[in-house]
């Protein structure tokens, strides 16, 4: 199994920037893909980009050029959020896929409001 902690949400206003922090419970170079989605109230959850253990990298067209995912040579992955819109206010969630299972964190909220 893996289990997944986030943090790093909080309200910042418009152009503001956010960084989230997903610790895993292992190595993240062991788990095939990791990423990020989020929630906003009323919407299905989206992916909002994700990493493979080879590095690749994939984002939602939404926020490609504003989000970066990465991750340290341990157990965290981060999502580097910049120039953040009222849209993107959401729980985000961590997710790992790993042997063939999806794991998920318990979220974290995000408010783009001024």
């Known amino acids: 199994q893996v289990q997944l902690v986030e943090s790093g949400g909080g309200l910042v206003q418009p152009g503001g920037s956010l960084r989230l922090s997903c610790a895993a419970s292992?190595?993240?170079?062991?788990?095939?893909?990791m990423g990020w989605y989020r929630q906003a109230p009323g919407n299905q959850r989206e992916l909002v980009a994700t990493m493979t253990s080879g590095g690749t990298t994939n984002y939602a067209v939404s926020v490609k050029d504003r989000f970066t995912i990465s991750g340290d040579n341990k157990n965290t992955v981060y999502l580097q959020m910049n120039s953040l819109k009222p849209e993107d206010t959401a729980v985000y969630y961590c997710n790992a896929d790993w042997r063939g299972f999806f794991y998920w964190g318990q979220g974290t909220q995000v408010t783009v409001s001024s």
């Open positions: 292992r190595n993240i170079f062991s788990i095939n893909a």
